[in-house]
């Protein structure tokens, strides 16, 4: 991880997301999908804690070389403080924080599902498997027409797409899980990513487990430090012989997680619970192609 | 005015740190991911997490909500136990060569025994810092600094029973800190750490859930630096000849400054550390130069240095 | 969404409130030459400034210094004396028909008693608060809440002697606050005002004096919120059927609502109300329409609607 | 005193000040030297108190009337932040706040002793005394020449007038103390105005007392609610009877006070004492003409 003053190249606005081009080519260079940065907010205000962003784009080559974006939809002091930034202005960043998602090895057909902001991280991914020579289908979900992230170029970067809006405002009224077995049954996917509410990762994961297909979702929980200092950010995780859980740092140990390690009962709390979960020592998947 | 020879070195009666600023417990990355972001041996010490004995998988989530200028957090002392700590942690720390306090916890009088008796004669550790912040099983679960005879019962035993200095970690919530520093320095403590995170709640008035999982956490932050320099202060003026670490809020050199001159000996910094881990070794350098532009020679030196008119405190 | 007759009314045991909103003692202005800044009449109620017996000077200046999301602030309990008080300000106040809650202090538990005869009968007041961080002379000239046998006897004894309610004013700074309310209630407290201003200190590094002229004085504002939530909470779960009104570091109806959540049953504002002399005012317009949005019928009805996770508290 | 949301017509530098020029026609028309305003700052920061200003103009007729003119050095976040502050944004303002100077019924010539930011509401009454057809001499001191308010204004308000810095940049080097004497020797001062320094006016206290002159300071203290609630603010002022002191608020009961009655050695607290200072008791100059 490199802490860098990075000079903010772009910025513009899509939909409902704000997106933010920084030059950080010391972070830019090491990003991969699933990573993310930790951006200080102005000292003169009441803000206390940095607040997190997914990569969206690390541009390497070209004459964007060295850039990196991310992207937010206004909703809290943090990111509305974001939003009114300026070109040219500078923001202490740190990153790339956390690990990436790991791309599969001998397996072909991804399906990538995404909701609100988590389509951020997926978007970057989708490129970089493509890049690969894998085939990548896209379920994109969000509350309405606005939160669905860059539609556009999520068309551009999937062989087929599904897009679903809560209130029917663009693509399919309802939710992602709606879709969601009829996508991979016609995309004959092979493996699958996911990043969205805890709702949509869990109905993931279980169909997923179901299936034995291998996944990995990216999480997020509220960060203090964002470092792996401060241990505010776990998520329980089933150990890999089932003899339990450890609370691990969603932004050391993840944000990207095998979604049948994760111990969902107890991370979603009394939130409702639609399906069953994994008891400990749960036999977990670990078919993953590492 | 005449060269002074500045010097950012700072004896707690024995206990030596060579920068007078500390990064306090459970804000010191322990991995070893972080080597590009801090230098060790521009920190003054490291105090460790909260040691239990045996591993504790801490608080439900969400474990931090931001509030004004604070935080409020609660992990829960989530840590891997001492023994973990000893093969896992301590090796690395101690390689490095700074000074470790190690902070110890337990939810019995026994665990801060067991505890502090794991951590006998390890190469590294400089001090012991008694967190008092723990819930009490014994005692309906109250904190041990809720009942000032418990309290002392701890902070004697641990100081009888080991052969580091201690260091009680008080909070400001006792309604008078000056008579409960004196306890737990009458029960052999070597010195005081001042403050622990301030109990605290912050509630989401859209879900109608409180933000923590486990409801109650603790204020720290800029927020609770005023009410820190209070705690300081007093016990300082109270016990002039007990060292003291002034912790809560610090954030910039200034804010360091303000504890020297309120009585502390050394620093720690908690939060500000969390979000950047390079902020201790920032603020000693601010301390150095408050001192050469100020002639003063050395932090010691600011702890007397406070003007107080005579009608204050009257 | 069937059709909610919202009211704002408070009801705490019989001490009613046309609003759940009440300016905090010390805060609210009592001359005649802020008539054009505030409307009592969207006030739940107005606490008067602490009165002592006789008039007093107060402490030294400077009295307030800003800190970061709160102040610090020293005024010494500077009043004219109740008589002063009976004779000046209560016609006033009473001629507008906004509840007054006297606030009564005093360095000698005769004192308070003193105060709490002068105020006997008078029209307009419906309760006495006890204000409980005063010091006591004849014990050390510690607070009052700082022993919990003299503070349960202050709060008996206005109890006994008065015909009004009265509701003990307790700062968070005790190390069990539940414990500290239940003393207060069991002598006889109608109810219980959490918090008050919480002890602190600033200091000036550039002229190295205390930033306040006592050094001392006391946390409030925005800073302090999350400790006042906590401990509104806390009380209230132990003792759901005594009266609370929260106070700390509300400054808009999104803060007021997290104290009715908490379980305080009207609240009070202080530093938010000094800057603004309106909020109050906005912050129960504010509430209303939380209530309204959300279809909960009163204030009253927030009290029992947080939602804990069976872990929380665990 | 109102209340008002008050556009920001115009802001200047003028030496080490700026200068903020508002839309306020509720407070200007009202507003008298002496008065002074109350500032909020932005809520989303970590301010919790307003600022206070004195009123440096007032305008209620002509191209600027129903402006309103304050003036500050940067030294602070608060007016740092104001320093940053453009045309046409809104401030919350509330004035005009306290007692204005009074003016010398029959007395004529009035001698005016001004220092830094104290020269604000000094020049403000200089222009109100002329136009009463007073004759205004000034004093105005400061500590370099960037510090000395608005030499120009200074000059053409005044019939004779002597510029002090303490590194004597800007007309004589020293302290306003030091042609106190000789200034009132040379103009016939028969009352005098001063606001700044608390040695300033305390120098100025003792001269007046001793000649039996009238005088008026404007004092400042650290203040909490600047409206008269929180007695924060507050001054010891010696009774009229001199039956001992009362501890006034600068706000509401000032900042404008006879000097004489102030009890300085209290005030002034273990600031270094250059004279001696009246004891409880002492005999006030009661001569001002109201
Ligand atoms: C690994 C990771 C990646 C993220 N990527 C993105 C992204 O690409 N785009 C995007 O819009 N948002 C993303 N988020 C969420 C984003 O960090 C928070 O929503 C944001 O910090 C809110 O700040 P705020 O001040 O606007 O809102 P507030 O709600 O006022 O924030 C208050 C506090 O809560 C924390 N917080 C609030 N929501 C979250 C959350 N969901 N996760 C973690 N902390 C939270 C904030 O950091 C802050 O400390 C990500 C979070 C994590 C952990
Ligand atoms: C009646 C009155 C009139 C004033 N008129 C002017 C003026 O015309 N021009 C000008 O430049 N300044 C004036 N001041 C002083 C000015 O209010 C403060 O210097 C300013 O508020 C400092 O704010 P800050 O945040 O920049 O500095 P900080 O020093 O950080 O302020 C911190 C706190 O201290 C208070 N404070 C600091 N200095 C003073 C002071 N001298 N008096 C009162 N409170 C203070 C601030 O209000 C704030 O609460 C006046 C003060 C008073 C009381
Ligand atoms: C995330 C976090 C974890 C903490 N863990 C511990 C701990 O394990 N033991 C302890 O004694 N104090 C702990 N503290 C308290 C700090 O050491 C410090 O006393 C407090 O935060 C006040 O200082 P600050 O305002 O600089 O953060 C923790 C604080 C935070 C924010
Ligand atoms: C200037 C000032 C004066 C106060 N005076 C009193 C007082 O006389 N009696 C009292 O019980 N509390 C007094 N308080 C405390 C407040 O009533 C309140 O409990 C505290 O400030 C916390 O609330 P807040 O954060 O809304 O200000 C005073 C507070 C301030 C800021
Ligand atoms: S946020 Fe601190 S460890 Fe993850
Ligand atoms: S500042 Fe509050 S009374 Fe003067």
């Excluded at chain 1, 990075?6 to 950080?24: D, F, M, W």
């Excluded at chain 1, 070209?62 to 990111?79: K, N, S, Y």
């Excluded at chain 1, 879709?179 to 990043?195: K, N």
């Excluded at chain 2, 956490?217 to 003026?237: D, Q």
Aim: glycine share 10%; hydrophobic share 45%; charged share 20%.
């Amino acid at each position: 991880m490199r802490r860098v003053r990075a000079e903010i190249l772009n910025t513009r606005k899509l939909g409902a997301y704000h997106s933010l081009t920084l030059v950080a080519p010391e972070i830019a260079e090491r990003a991969r999908p699933g990573q993310f940065v930790s951006v200080a907010m102005p000292a003169d205000r009441r803000f206390v804690l940095r607040r997190h962003f997914s990569i969206h784009q690390a541009s390497r080559r070209g004459g964007w070389a060295g850039t990196l974006e991310f992207v937010f939809d206004p909703r809290g002091p943090g990111t509305d403080w974001l939003a009114e930034s300026k070109a040219h202005q500078f923001l202490d960043v740190i990153g790339p924080l956390g690990k990436a998602f790991a791309y599969p090895r001998r397996l072909g057909n991804c399906l990538l599902v995404s909701e609100e902001h988590g389509s951020a991280p997926i978007y970057f991914l989708a490129q970089e498997l493509r890049a690969r020579g894998k085939r990548v289908d896209l379920i994109v979900g969000a509350s309405s027409e606005d939160h669905v992230f860059n539609p556009i170029e999520a068309k551009r970067l999937s062989q087929q797409i599904a897009i679903v809006t809560a209130d029917g405002s663009l693509g399919e009224r309802g939710r992602v899980e709606d879709v969601l077995v009829g996508m991979l049954d016609a995309t004959g996917a092979e493996v699958v990513y996911a990043a969205g509410s805890r709702r949509m990762l869990r109905a993931v994961a279980e169909l997923c487990i179901e299936r034995r297909l291998p996944a990995q979702v990216a999480v997020e929980e509220q960060m203090a430090c964002g470092l792996g200092i401060c241990q505010t950010c776990v998520i329980p995780v089933i150990r890999k012989d089932g003899s339990g859980y450890d609370n691990l740092r969603v932004c050391a140990d993840g944000p990207v997680f095998n979604p049948a390690r994760i111990f969902w009962d107890r991370w979603m709390g009394d939130e409702p619970r639609t399906l069953s979960t994994p008891p400990e020592g749960f036999p977990v998947v670990s078919a993953w192609p590492r | 005015m005449a060269a002074v020879r500045h010097s950012l070195a700072v004896d707690l009666e024995g206990v030596r740190f060579p920068l007078p600023v500390l990064a306090a417990s459970g804000c010191f990355p322990a991995g070893r991911e972080h080597a590009g972001l801090i230098d060790v041996h521009r920190l003054g010490g490291v105090v460790t997490r909260s040691l239990t004995y045996g591993p504790s998988k801490g608080a439900p989530t969400p474990r931090v909500a931001e509030t004004p200028s604070g935080i409020v957090t609660s992990v829960g002392a989530q840590n891997a136990g001492v023994r973990e700590f000893l093969v896992e942690e301590l090796p690395r720390l101690a390689k490095t060569g700074v000074p470790v306090v190690a902070s110890i916890a337990g939810s019995t009088m026994e665990e801060y025994l067991r505890v502090a008796s794991a951590l006998q004669s390890e190469p590294g550790i400089v001090a012991l810092e008694v967190y008092l912040s723990a819930r009490d099983r014994e005692h309906d679960d109250l904190p041990f600094y809720a009942r000032r005879d418990v309290m002392a019962d701890v902070v004697g035993s641990v100081s009888r029973l080991s052969s580091y200095p201690v260091f009680a970690k008080l909070p400001a919530f006792v309604p008078d800190v000056v008579e409960a520093a004196r306890a737990c320095v009458r029960a052999g403590a070597h010195g005081l750490t001042l403050i622990d995170a301030v109990p605290a709640m912050a509630i989401d008035t859209r879900t109608l859930r409180p933000r923590l999982g486990s409801a109650l956490g603790g204020l720290s932050g800029p927020a609770i630096k005023p009410i820190a320099v209070g705690a300081v202060f007093r016990v300082a003026r109270a016990l002039p000849d007990v060292p003291i670490m002034g912790v809560g809020g610090i954030s910039t050199a200034e804010d360091a400054v303000e504890f020297l001159l309120a009585g502390a000996w050394a620093v720690q910094v908690g939060t500000a550390a969390l979000v950047d881990p390079s902020a201790p070794a920032a603020i000693a350098q601010g301390v150095l130069g408050y001192l050469k532009e100020r002639g003063f020679a050395s932090p010691a030196d600011l702890r007397h240095r406070l003007r107080l008119d005579p009608e204050a405190l009257a």
